[in-house]
Each structure stands twice: as C-alpha cells, then as structure tokens.
C-alpha cells in the first residue's frame, strides 16, 4: 500500500468474540474512514473520525485514531458470523487533494 | 436511497481492445473518483472530478482517459488492454464538500482482458 499499513493482515475469531483491527499511515490527514468489502464486491462506508477526534462509536463499532502516532484501529465487538469481510482503512489529506488513499485491508472471518 | 450505479457489472475484452466503463454519481453529489482494484489489492486511486473538471490524477496510466460529463455522470475510456488491467474498478462520489463525509462506493465493473 502506498500509505500504510494494516495489521494483521487476516484474523479469525469465533462468533461473539471481539475483533481489533489496526491501521498504520504516513501523510498528514485530514479525516480516516473504515470501509468493509465482501468479496469481490463493492466498499461499503462504515466510519470516518476527523484528525481532531480520538475516539468514535457507531453500534457495534469502535474506531481510535492517534494522530500522534499516526495509527487508528477498529474494534467491532461481539462479532458476527455475517461480519466476515475485508476491512479497509482509507484516509482523506489534509492537502488539496480529496481522494483517499486506502491500506492493504484485513481480511476477517467469524466462525460460527 | 439512490447509490452509486456503475455499468456494466462484466466486461469481457480481448488484448488490445477498449473498454468504456461508466459511472452515475449520486444525486447531488458533485465529486466523482475511480479506482481499480487488482486481485486480492487494495484499492488505488485513478483520478477524480469536481464539477466536471479533472481534479486529482493518481496512478492512471496514460492509456486511460476519463471525463466527467454536464449530468455528473463519469466515464472510464481504457484503450490497448493490457491483461494486467483485469481488475475491479470502482466509482465513489461525495459531496463537494468532501472531507467531512464518507465516499460512497458502486459495486464496481469487474473487467477481466484475455
């Protein structure tokens, strides 16, 4: 990935556990974002946390973001057989340009 | 609500042909991006489109060529195929104030070249 990282790259949990996700990034930002991708199928938005923010919920969801260390993670708790995906951090510059540029993703798998 | 609604699905080319990919924002949403994403890749920036003028360009080769048209809508052109573009492409729109709100994704062309 041209900006960062994400860790781990594949992670299987149990159904009801909970599952963190981690993502590494190197510019400055204006705003990181979590999308989830189903295979082969398109990204679905599921957060976004402004550079001035450090903590945000959205039900089952957590996200943290250290600007300071320029990393964010993602916390989805009591997880779901039905959360099995790839996860994507993707962040938003604080310069002139919009488009976000995405990490290596996650790929989770609940086990029933 | 209305989505992102990207045409075709499927494409089939054979090397060295073109394919137009085509991209409907949602209403009201000004700005246009496309990324193509490889097998088991995360997705990269192509380019994108703020009321219909080019306004940021990431790693598009110079044999593709988009627009974004007077209705928003945006088209992909991908001229002499290679089969290293087999790839899913994604549209995303956003309003034009961008930074504040998530980027709202098609469900992609997946075009594979043979």
């Known amino acids: 990935s041209q900006q960062g990282e994400e860790d781990p790259q594949a992670l299987s949990i149990q159904e009801g556990e909970n599952a963190t996700m981690n993502c590494s990034y190197k510019?400055?930002?204006?705003?990181l974002q979590w999308y989830r991708q189903n295979s082969g199928r398109g990204l679905v938005h599921l957060i976004l946390i402004r550079s001035n923010e450090r903590e945000k919920h959205s039900g089952r969801l957590r996200v943290t973001l250290d600007t300071s260390k320029k990393s964010s993670s993602l916390l989805i708790t009591a997880s779901r057989a039905a959360d099995t995906a790839s996860y994507f951090c993707?962040?938003?510059?604080?310069?002139?340009?919009?488009?976000?540029?995405f990490g290596s993703g996650t790929q989770l798998t609940v086990l029933p | 609500a209305a989505g992102v609604i990207q045409s075709p699905r499927h494409l089939i080319k054979e090397k060295r042909e073109t394919a137009t990919l085509k991209c409907y924002p949602i209403?009201?949403?000004?700005?246009v991006y496309w990324y193509q994403q490889g097998p088991g890749q995360d997705p990269q920036f192509l380019i994108s489109f703020y009321e219909k003028m080019q306004s940021d360009k990431g790693s598009i080769p110079d044999r593709f060529s988009a627009q974004q048209f007077s209705d928003y809508h945006s088209e992909l052109n991908m001229s002499s195929l290679e089969l290293g573009d087999s790839a899913l492409y994604f549209c995303?729109?956003?309003?034009?104030?961008?930074?504040?709100?998530?980027?709202?994704f098609g469900s992609g062309t997946r075009l594979t070249v043979v």
């Open positions: 510019t400055s930002i204006n705003n």
């Open positions: 993707a962040t938003g510059s604080s310069g002139s340009a919009r488009q976000l540029t």
């Open positions: 209403p009201r949403h000004d700005t």
């Open positions: 995303a729109s956003s309003p034009a104030s961008g930074g504040g709100y998530g980027y709202t």
